[in-house]
């Protein structure tokens, strides 16, 4: 095997065919749609529907989405009595993945028609929202609370947190980063879920999977990493000191870099904006200038590096009052309609992965007799 096949990481080799999603350097699309219409003129709904049917729905298919949603809320009892069970120093994502695996055991859904993933893949995303919300609550000494009918999902999961419906700002800015978040082609944890999906595993085993993919501090959780940076400085002018020193020493700064964009991440940009109006109607610029202070000498070196979208998201939900273990989490009840589109997609037309690899250990050699080894 010659050195030019093997890719580190996979980097550049392209491993399947999508019609789901497209990044690159100019563009990211959702189904053909651009990222920044898409955040402009629709709710996570729409674009999970988007996602999982390959059109954006009529107003009466999103009121049947949403009723879907609002029928598959509710934990099964067992599901709840082990969220309780599990030790208060256990990170959310862990409990997310313990129960996603879980309420499959209760699956409402039988088969695997086309028609019954789809399905069950708005379950799985009324699962998330639920167990997420469950464990926020019992941390905070409180029962889960049963969902409300007719809320948007963003609404829906703010509401089963704190017990109150949310104000629009509040609901409006959690259902953009969840739109945000919702799928980016041929990631770790989306790659993590087609090799399982390719093994003809269940739906439920392949979000399982993705994850423990994103679990990883590589993937997932850069957002509570930027905003604990964020809030290690007092001032910008501390924040200034310390980031050029980082730069001289070529440490990574968390929420900054991305593998595919190297000009820039287009949902940062947009998600950005919205983090400055939060934070001056919460009057918190002081963070804001914070956030600039490390972001500029970063992205005005004479080789710039560009923040990704969870540079911005660690700040927006820190000011909505959200604990920074429920970030990634967030993130995970999003990616679920990204994740279980790429399910659908790969068993459709599956060939199962098996990459190669290359050998680099000793050459031949022969069995010593266990009596004459030294």
Known sequence: MTDEMFKPGLEGVIAGETAICCVDQGQLLYRGYAIA???????????????????????????????????????????????????????????????????????????????????????????????????????????????????????????????????????????????????????????????????????????????????????????????????????????????????ERKEKVMGFGHRVYKHGDHRAVILEREMRKLAKQKGREDLVAIYDAIKNPIVNKEKPIYPNVDYPCGVVYYLMGLPPDLYTPLFACSRIAGWCAHYIEQIANNRIYRPLSRYIGPPLRPVTPIEQRK
Not at 39 to 49: L, P, T
Not at 113 to 125: G, Q, Y
Not at 136 to 148: C, S, V
């Open 37 to 247: 219409d898409l955040a402009e003129k629709c709710v996570f709904g729409e674009v999970a529907y988007l996602l999982l049917y390959g059109e954006l729905p009529t107003a009466k298919q999103l009121d049947w989405f949403r009723n879907q949603l609002d029928q598959f809320h509710g934990l099964h009892p067992v599901v709840v009595e082990t969220i309780r069970k599990i030790p208060q120093n256990v990170p959310l994502m862990s409990v997310l993945r313990t129960c996603i695996s879980l309420a499959g055991h209760f699956d409402p859904l039988e088969g695997q028609s086309d028609d019954i993933l789809k399905k069950r893949a708005i379950w799985l995303l009324a699962m998330a929202s639920d167990i997420v919300a469950a464990r926020y609550r019992l941390l905070k000494g409180k029962d889960p609370l049963q969902p409300k009918r007719g809320l948007s999902h963003a609404a829906q999961m703010l509401y089963m947190f704190h017990g109150t419906e949310p104000d629009e700002t509040s609901w409006r800015i959690l259902d953009l980063t969840l739109v945000l978040y919702a799928e980016h082609d041929f990631n770790a944890s989306t790659f993590t879920n087609r090799v399982v999906a390719s093994t003809a595993s269940d739906m439920t085993s392949a979000t399982c999977s993705a994850i423990g993919a994103l679990k990883g501090p590589l993937h997932g959780g850069a957002n509570e990493e930027a905003i604990a940076l964020i809030l290690r400085f007092k001032d910008a002018k501390e924040a200034d000191a310390w980031v050029h020193d980082a730069l």
